[in-house]
Each structure stands twice: as C-alpha cells, then as structure tokens.
C-alpha cells in the first residue's frame, strides 16, 4: 500500500514566518499534486510537479519534488493569516486511477 | 463558468439508512471520482468513473456504489449506514482523470449518521 506521510500534522506560527511542510514516500511517482482546503470547502490545486527536482513557485510558495520522486516539500515565505488551512499532498497510484492523499498539514497562521 | 456542484450540502441520517448524494462535474468533463474525508485527515478514494464507466475503486465496502450518467454527472450511494460513515463527502471532476490531470473539487455533503 502506498502511503503519503507529511509533516508536520500541525503548525502554529506568526504572520511573516517561513515554513516548509513534506510530503514523503517509499514509492516512486510519476507526478504528484498540492492542495489547499479550508473549512467548509473542497481541496483547491495549488500544483502540479512532475519532474524530479523540479521547483515551482506560486507567489510566496515554493514547491518542490524530489529527485527520486518519492518525496515533496512547500516552503511558504512571510506566511500570511491567508495561508491558513489544510495542506494535502496527492499522488495517482501507479497504474491505477486510484488518487491517494496524504495525512495533511494543519496551518494556522497568527495575525 | 460553474465549478463541481455537490447535493445535499448537510445530511442527517440513522444507522441502518441509506443515502444518495449527487455531484455535477464542471462542463465537458468526463471523469468524476468520489472522496470520503474523517474529519482531521486527507480524503480517501472511494471511485473513479469515466464515461460511464467504473475506471477506479479504493477500499470501501459494497455498501458503497456509485453511477455516472450520460450527462457526465454522477451519484454516490452508501446503504446500511454506520456510525463510522459520518463524513464529508467530496467529488472530484476532471477532463480525463489521467495521471497529472488537475481535479476540481465540490465543497462536499456533509453526512452525520446518528
């Protein structure tokens, strides 16, 4: 069975901290998804890193996968009260159409 | 353009029930897949379809089935409802359903069994 761990479960900072959440694996993946979710609504894509070591950035958020392909990690700069939420990772089972999600990262950032 | 649709948005039910809720994917997408999610943890994969077709089931009980219709919009259906199915139900839509392909959440039904 393939598993996602990410960490940290929860993170509480201040507004303008920097913090990097990880997502890994034993398992090779062939691309793999950030999302977003806050109460009450669905989980939004952030992006999508296919690459080994590739790295993308959106904004103050820097994503990157790792060189194998088993692990992924997203750095926020300056964290805002705005990046509050649930952060998920997402991969598709190898030759399956089976999404796995990972365990979630709780953010609350403090005003 | 409308993004996923999901109905009910809340729901109450007893043990023993059953229950069907309904997703609208966005508009000329094909595939739709379903989620449960516990409160506190990422959602779990119960199915993929695409055109029509079951393409992708997680581990879940046959108590859990679900169809999609010509109009690409799809019903999850759960019988003899337990305790532990209390959950958000969140559906997916996107082109194909590929790996990579980017899906587009509902907000979910919120389904709590008594």
């Known amino acids: 069975t393939q598993l996602l761990e990410q960490s940290p479960q929860f993170l509480s900072i201040q507004e303008g901290e920097n913090l990097t959440v990880y997502c890994n694996s034993s398992?090779?993946?062939?691309?793999l998804q950030w999302y977003r979710q806050e109460p009450g609504e669905g989980p939004v894509l952030l992006v999508t890193?296919?690459?080994?070591?590739e790295v993308k950035k959106l904004k103050r958020l820097t994503f990157q996968f790792g060189d194998a392909r088993k692990d992924s990690s997203l750095h926020i700069t300056a964290a805002q009260p705005g990046d509050t939420g649930l952060y998920l990772c997402?991969?598709?089972?190898?030759?399956?159409?089976?999404?796995?999600f990972g365990t979630g990262t709780r953010l609350k950032v403090l005003a | 353009d409308a993004g996923v649709t999901q109905s009910p948005t809340h729901l109450i039910k007893t043990r023993g029930q059953h229950v069907t809720l309904r997703c609208s994917p966005i508009s000329g997408h094909k595939s739709v897949s379903w989620y449960q999610q516990v409160l506190g943890q990422g959602p779990q994969f119960i199915f993929q379809?695409?055109?029509?077709?079951?393409?992708g089931r997680g581990n879940f009980p046959d108590r859990f089935s679900a169809r999609q219709f010509p109009n690409y919009s799809s019903e999850l259906n759960v019988n003899a409802l337990l305790l532990g199915d209390s959950a958000l139900y969140l559906c997916?839509?996107?082109?194909?359903?590929?790996?990579?392909?980017?899906?587009?959440f509902g907000d979910g039904t919120r389904l709590s069994i008594l």
């Open positions: 890193v296919v690459t080994g070591g």
């Open positions: 997402a991969v598709q089972s190898s030759g399956t159409y089976k999404y796995i």
């Open positions: 398992s090779v993946f062939s691309s």
């Open positions: 379809y695409y055109e029509k077709e079951e393409r």
């Open positions: 997916a839509s996107s082109w194909t359903g590929g790996p990579g392909g980017p899906q587009h």
